[in-house]
Structures are given as C-alpha cells and as structure tokens.
C-alpha cells in the first residue's frame, strides 16, 4: 500500500503531536538529538551524482528556454546510468537513474539519444535509466511513487524532473509566494536528503535577470531557499556558464561547449573566457596598422571594461602577446615600428598601468 506524503514525511520526524485528545490544534514535535552524540556517530560521506555540481539532495537547474537544460539533463543521466563522464570530464558511479520527461514525449528523447550516439554501435547500456512520461502533482503521492522506484532498484542515485512546474501543485491562498514554494517542494528535499538521492528539478529563469544569480529563478525565491543546490545555465557574448551554489557544493562557475547534444567542460569561466578577451585583444591589434592604441582605444572597439582590459594589456606585455613601447602605447609585435623601443617587463609599474586611460 502507497504511503501518503503526510506519512513519508512522519518518518523524517515531522510528527504531528495532538493535543487535548485530539480536539485541539496540533503541533510539530521536537525529536532532540545531543550534539555530543552527533559528533560520535559516523556519517555515510556525501553521495554525488556529478561531483562538484550534483550531490545528495534536492537541486534545481535553471536556465532560458531552449539553452539546453534538457540536454544537459540527459549527459548526466546517462553519465551516471552508464557509469560514464558528465561532460566529458568528470567520471560518475554507476547508479540507477529515474527520469521524469514530462515535456517531450518518448519520440523527441529517442531523437535526442541518437543525436548523442549517431553510431548505434557504440550505443551505451541504457538499462539503468527509466524514463517516465506522466506523473502526479506533488501533493498527489509523489513522493511515494518516488519511493517505491527507489525500493525496486539495486541503487538510486539520480532523479530528474523535467520540469518542476509540471509537477507543482497550486499553493494555499493563506499564505505568500514564498511560503507557497517552500512548502510545496520542502517534503521532496527532506525525502531526498534521507535516503541519499540526488533529485534534480528543471526551471525556467525570470527575464531581466538578477543580480544575486539565486534570485534569477522563476517565481519566488522559496524555491532556492528549499533547494540544497542551485544551478544556473547562462550564456552571453562569451559563451555557455554553469554557476553552481548550494549547501554542500564549492560555489563555481564553468565554462561549457554544446555541440549537437555533447556538453564538455572547458574549464574555470574566468580563466576560459579571460583567454578568449586576450585573444580578440590581440586580433585587435593585429588589424590597427595606423599607430598605436590605448586601452581606452582597445575597450572603445570591442565594448570591454578599460579597467579589465588595462589590467590583461599589463599581463599581456609580460608574455609578449602586446608590445608595449611607453605609457598608454600598445602594438601587435608584427606592427611595431622599427624606430620604437618596447618597454622591458622590469620598467612596468602599476602606477603607470593605472594612468593608461
């Protein structure tokens, strides 16, 4: 027999206590635990299903519509299934994978899985990945259906609902926004953080952004603030970010590449696209055969902060990628005239990288 949300949640101490026989309100009961016994107890560690991104728990993926969140969403799925890389780079336990598509029916994922493996021969074991295409609310025996998948394979280790709002009940109009989405989605973080399964919801982000990437989330931010990870999909001029914030993850954010349904992970975002400014600097340079340039010449043409791009020329002169021949004066090496003396790193000062406007 199902066992009800309300009963799940009984069983990670959320008690409801009667009072006077029953007839009066009710409260939560406090099962107190002492510190001292804490410490002496030996913890399982933590359980991850992509490390440094995905752990235990409760996360939510975010992104615009069509970045990528279900391609994504199926690298690690797969990655995990199949004990494979996520991304490419990072290597993943073998586990039993549940996901729920609610959005693109089996036709569009079988598409999508040969777009991955265009060569059938080389076709992965998908056998430990389910696929599911229609489901409850959460108020409706999810949780327990949850359940029940997780007793009938040898090791959980991955679910993803693609998307939360498919499955997001309407909220009580007693209480606010946030206390709607806390609520609601509270009992699927304590269900995951009790038995070690990673659960893995995808969102859409607000337009207009953010300036807290937390606070780019769609609706309320009682969805972060339940969520044990948060993680954001973004891409700008530079190209494709994955930021990464949660209780147990180091906060990150990685420059990706998606080309025809193969993420990889390039790298740290700032050192990645840091090379991609020195390059078009460079190129910059290459194509000014008049003169000099100054930084404030060089950000004016690619429409970058002088300051970043003051502080990569002083870098830049010391490797030599620029020429640097005297204050605020920067050349390709190939178009240095040959009356000019280039500046020596030993003469660099940042007083005069400061006054290089």
């Not at 016994?37 to 996360?59: D, H, K, N, R």
């Not at 615009?64 to 969140?69: A, I, S």
């Not at 502080?311 to 005239?337: D, S, W």
Request: hydrophobic residues 35%; charged residues 25%; neutral net charge.
């Amino acid at each position: 027999m199902s066992l009800s949300p309300e009963q799940h949640l009984q069983q990670f101490g959320f008690v409801e206590i009667p009072l006077d026989g029953g007839k009066g309100k009710s409260k939560t009961k406090f099962n107190r635990t002492s510190l001292t016994q804490i410490m002496a107890t030996e913890y399982l560690p933590l359980s991850w299903a992509v490390e440094g991104y995905l752990p235990e728990g409760f996360s939510v993926l975010a992104g615009r519509q069509k970045l990528g969140k279900t391609w994504l969403a199926l690298d690690w799925s797969i990655a995990v299934a199949t004990g494979g890389y996520a991304m490419g780079q990072i290597p993943c336990d073998k586990g039993n994978v549940l996901y729920l598509d609610l959005e693109n029916g089996h036709r569009r994922i079988k598409r999508r899985i040969e777009t991955i493996f265009p060569d059938k021969s080389k076709m992965p074991d998908f056998s430990g990945i389910q696929i599911v295409s229609e489901s409850p609310q959460l108020d409706k025996d999810f949780i327990a259906y949850l359940d029940e998948w997780r007793q009938s394979v040898d090791n959980p280790r991955l679910i993803v609902i693609d998307v939360l709002q498919r499955v997001k009940p309407v909220g009580s109009g007693n209480r606010n926004a946030y206390e709607n989405d806390y609520s609601i989605f509270s009992g699927l973080q304590s269900w995951a953080t009790q038995h070690g399964v990673a659960i893995l919801g995808l969102h859409h982000t607000r337009k207009g952004g953010a300036e807290d990437p937390l606070e780019a989330l769609s609706g309320s931010n009682g969805l972060s603030a339940c969520a044990d990870t948060t993680l954001l999909l973004d891409k700008d001029q530079n190209g494709m970010t994955l930021y990464v914030r949660g209780r147990d993850v180091e906060e990150r954010e990685t420059a990706l590449r998606h080309d025809v349904g193969i993420w990889t992970l390039l790298g740290a975002a700032a050192e990645v696209y840091r090379s991609d400014e020195r390059k078009v600097i460079v190129q910059c340079l290459a194509d000014n055969r008049i003169g000099h340039m100054t930084p404030s010449d060089i950000a004016g043409a690619l429409r970058l902060p002088v300051r970043n791009v003051k502080q990569l020329l002083h870098k830049m002169a010391i490797t030599g990628e620029v020429v640097k021949t005297g204050r605020g004066k920067y050349f390709h090496p190939e178009n240095v005239p040959k009356d000019c003396i280039s500046a020596t790193p030993d003469n660099f000062d940042n007083r005069d990288n400061q006054a290089e406007i």
